[in-house]
């Protein structure tokens, strides 16, 4: 029930880096109260726990990809290659 109550939620994104913040909470209750969880406290801890894995995730694929644009940009010079016969 965690996992199919965090994929209602809609994510945060910052504006100008376009990194994800996490979930918007502020419909929780209504969510809770519209599927009728009962035990609040423990669907919203495993939700948490699994919110803070998927922000984990995301900034990990995010650093990768601009490690890997860095790499691209420093290998954009000019490379030349001699023909030496002996």
């Known amino acids: 029930m965690a996992f199919f109550m ?3 939620l809609p994510d945060r994104w910052e504006g100008m880096s376009g990194m994800y913040m996490g979930k918007i909470w502020d419909g929780i ?3 809770f ?3 009728q969880i009962e035990d609040r406290t423990t669907i919203l801890y495993f ?3 699994y919110e803070r ?3 984990e995730y995301r900034a990990d694929k995010a650093e990768r990809e601009r490690k890997k644009r860095e ?4 290998r954009g ?9 002996g």
């Open 77 to 85: 010079g000019k490379q030349y290659t001699h023909n030496i016969q």
């Open 53 to 55: 894995c998927i922000v």
């Open 71 to 74: 790499r691209q940009q420093n």
């Open 6 to 8: 965090v994929s209602l």
């Open 29 to 31: 209750d209504f969510y």
């Open 33 to 35: 109260d519209t599927y």
């Open 47 to 49: 939700m948490k726990s």
